[in-house]
């Protein structure tokens, strides 16, 4: 119903599945009939995700979005039919940029799992009301999104001191983090979103999971060497 609630996932899953091109529709900026002012957040979301198309080497030109009423029909079939010639002249998904496909698959499914932390960091400037277009270029810059891809940070559950009090893997929205009673707690890297939950979580009295940013993320403790012996239980 809303422009607003074009999530950036929904556009990465749409390229994801091979469309060549997204085109957003929205009511006029400052027309909503809401307080919530949806239709900015769905052009900030759109800013964003242009600067990373660009950082991921895709033409941030086949994510559109225009804005218009519902009486004006003729903007619509303007923007649409304009932006599917623009869309065809660029070819194929990958192919206009020269990245294969496998390649294009693994970067969109890198960036799609960031989509929770991406959002995060970026929640002051997505919820933010530009005045004009002349200031949507300066929304997201091309250092910002180069700075913001190099610090992304890592977890990681030092084995020595994890107590294995299961608080971490309950709270993780994924389930990416490997547990049980008595065992030392991993990270599977592969299915974490950075979102930080467990590291806030973690009782500041064990402080075991470990905010990594720039640096490679330890092996995790091999599976035989994880079961917690307490004492009183040692035999
Ligand atoms: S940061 Fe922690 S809680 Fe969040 S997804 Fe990764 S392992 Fe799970
Ligand atoms: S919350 Fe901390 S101590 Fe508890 S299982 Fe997770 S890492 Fe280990």
Same mark, same amino acid.
């Given at each position: 119903?809303?422009?607003?609630?074009?999530? &950036?996932?929904?556009?990465?899953?749409?390229?994801?599945?091979? &469309?060549d091109?997204?085109?957003?529709?929205?009511?006029?900026?400052?027309?909503c009939? /809401?307080?919530?002012? #949806?239709? /900015?957040?769905?052009?900030?979301?759109?800013?964003?995700? =242009?600067?990373?198309?660009?950082?991921?080497?895709?033409?941030?030109?086949r994510?559109?979005?225009?804005?218009m009423?519902?009486?004006?029909?003729?903007?619509f079939?303007?923007?649409?039919?304009?932006?599917?010639? +623009?869309? +065809?002249? &660029? #070819?194929?998904?990958? %192919?206009?940029? #020269?990245?294969? %496909?496998?390649?294009? =698959?693994?970067?969109?499914?890198?960036i799609?799992?960031?989509v929770?932390?991406?959002?995060?960091?970026? %929640?002051?400037?997505?919820?933010? @009301?530009?005045e004009?277009p002349?200031? /949507?270029?300066?929304?997201?810059?091309?250092?910002?999104?180069?700075?913001?891809?190099?610090?992304?940070?890592? *977890? *990681?559950?030092? !084995?020595?001191?994890? %107590?294995?009090? &299961?608080?971490?893997?309950?709270?993780?929205?994924?389930?990416?983090?490997?547990?049980?009673?008595?065992?030392?707690?991993?990270i599977?890297?592969?299915?974490c979103? =950075?979102?930080g939950?467990?590291?806030?979580?973690?009782p !500041? @009295?064990? #402080?075991?999971?470990t +905010?990594?940013?720039?640096?490679?993320?330890?092996p995790p403790? !091999?599976?035989?060497?994880?079961?917690?012996?307490?004492?009183? +239980?040692?035999?």
């Open positions: 119903m809303c422009s607003g609630r074009v999530d &950036m996932a929904f556009v990465l899953r749409a390229f994801s599945k091979g &469309m091109g997204v085109f957003i529709g929205g009511c006029r900026l400052n027309e009939n /809401y307080v919530t002012h #949806g239709n /900015y957040h769905a052009l900030n979301m759109v800013l964003l995700l =242009k600067k990373i198309m660009e950082h991921i080497g895709l033409n941030p030109e994510l559109s979005i225009e804005f009423s519902g009486a004006e029909a003729n903007l079939v303007e923007g649409v039919n304009g932006f599917v010639k +623009k869309v +065809k002249e &660029m #070819g194929p998904l990958g %192919q206009g940029e #020269g990245v294969g %496909q496998e390649e294009l =698959k693994s970067r969109l499914a890198d799609s799992k960031l929770p932390y991406l959002k995060l960091v970026n %929640q002051e400037k997505l919820a933010s @009301r530009l004009n002349e200031e /949507y270029d300066g929304l997201f810059t091309k250092e910002e999104i180069d700075t913001l891809f190099r610090e992304i940070p890592s *977890y *990681y559950i030092d !084995p020595d001191k994890c %107590q294995a009090c &299961m608080i971490c893997a309950k709270k993780c929205p994924v389930e990416a983090i490997e547990g049980g009673k008595n065992r030392i707690h991993v599977e890297q592969d299915k979103i =950075k979102c939950t467990c590291f806030e979580a973690c !500041p @009295r064990f #402080g075991a999971v +905010k990594i940013s720039g640096e490679p993320v330890p403790i !091999p599976e035989e060497k994880r079961a917690i012996v307490r004492k009183g +239980k040692e035999k």
